[in-house]
């Protein structure tokens, strides 16, 4: 089952209401249809909604890259990798992951307005991460106190996913953007100590499939005009 | 001008995005409403010409072992089912039935497993109930239904007399 939050369905909102600022009134003089003549170049970037996300979640901290170059007039090959750690201090538990990932897929170009794309594509992911819980306290029950902890644990999952993207050049060859994604996760095994997990990559979730939405900043290296 | 019209529309568009995403985001913390307990379920059958069937017993007392000073029941009649809290610092639980007619004890031995709830709640206690020892003063078996102790109100075992 997917899980879509209110903010996700605002992201989702608002990204009809760009897909439409960017298609009205085209100029025919600028636009240029996917396959025609364009800049290429390596596209380097990072995800903005990762440290954003500090001030909503101080526990969550992140970073994530992203890459992407033309493998064709319409075609993109993609990678992203980044770390995640959640450190969480309650008077009754304190819980510590750290982990990276790994994604990497390609995109296809469906529409494109000067520097502007929207795009499809697609990804598979790993993540590696390790998780302690070194105080724990279960209040009293007719045994009294539970006081314990969890070993440190390393997991490794691998998920898939199938992205939506815009980007838009804000100025010569800086360009921001965002995307909404889709995850599956593959051969998920659970977890006996934990519902809720948060994969590095994927994101929180209590089933297999979960939707995404980042926001990027990126700058492009042009090879050629 | 049409390009840095066009931009210009853009970037409030993702300036208006940020501010609702991050009031949405503030508004997501919740607190803890409830926070279950894991107890192990029980069931009393009795064996008539060979054929079990749910019954109901009387229950005078019962209490935990090394916990005799706290009842957790008393003065049940026509009791069918139970549900009984393990001692999440040990491996094994016991219990001392009181019946009318008899005493019996029952030991209960597991794997304790701390179990994350969610950032609000934290961690509850979860159990893997490896065996079951038992008297036989009035107990004929106990047969272990489910494993797994969770809150969901599973039976995991069944007292026959």
């Known amino acids: ?225 | 001008m049409a390009k840095i019209k066009q931009n210009t529309i853009q970037i409030k568009i993702f300036v208006s995005f940020l501010a609702i995403l991050f009031l949405g985001m503030a508004a997501c913390r919740e607190e803890c409403h409830y926070k279950p307990r894991s107890h192990a379920g029980v069931e009393f059958f009795s064996i008539i010409d060979g054929t079990a069937a749910e019954a109901g017993v009387n229950l005078l007392e019962l209490k935990g072992v090394g916990r005799e000073d706290s009842l957790l029941y008393e003065n049940r009649t026509n009791i069918r089912a139970l549900s009984l809290p393990m001692n999440g610092m040990a491996e094994e639980t016991g219990f001392i039935f009181v019946f009318e007619e008899h005493t019996d004890t029952i030991w209960f031995r597991y794997e304790v497993i701390p179990f994350f709830l969610s950032q609000e709640c934290g961690f509850m206690l979860n159990f893997e109930l490896a065996d079951v020892s038992y008297t036989t003063a009035g107990i004929d078996s106990v047969v272990i239904v489910t494993r797994k102790i969770t809150s969901f109100d599973d039976t995991n075992i069944r007292i026959y007399h």
Do not use: C
């Not at chain 1, 993540?127 to 006081?147: F, K, L, Q, S």
């Open chain 1, 1 to 225: 089952m997917i899980r879509i939050s209110g903010s996700t369905i605002s992201a989702i909102f608002l990204l009809l209401v760009a897909l439409e600022g960017a298609a009205a009134e085209p100029d025919d003089t600028l636009y240029v249809r996917a396959g025609e003549s364009h800049v290429t170049g390596l596209r380097f970037g990072f995800n903005l909604s990762r440290p954003l996300w500090r001030f909503a979640e101080p526990a969550r901290m992140g970073f994530e890259a992203v890459g992407d170059f033309n493998i064709g007039p319409e075609y993109f090959g993609v990678a992203e990798a980044g770390f995640s750690f959640r450190d969480l201090d309650e008077p009754d538990y304190q819980l510590r992951e750290r982990g990276v990932f790994l994604r990497a897929g390609g995109d296809r170009g469906l529409y494109r307005y000067n520097g502007d794309l929207i795009a499809v594509g697609a990804r598979l992911g790993v993540a590696a991460w390790e998780r302690a819980a070194p105080g724990i306290i279960v209040e009293p029950g007719y045994w009294g106190d539970y006081t314990g902890s969890l070993e440190s644990e390393f997991f490794i999952r691998q998920w898939a996913e199938v992205v939506l993207a815009l980007k838009t050049e804000l100025f010569s060859n800086i360009f921001i953007g965002w995307n909404i994604r889709g995850k599956l996760l593959l051969f998920d095994r659970g977890d006996r100590h934990m519902n809720e997990r948060y994969i590095p990559g994927f994101g929180a979730g209590e089933t297999g499939s979960t939707l995404g939405f980042d926001f990027y900043i990126y700058y492009r290296f042009p090879l050629r005009n």
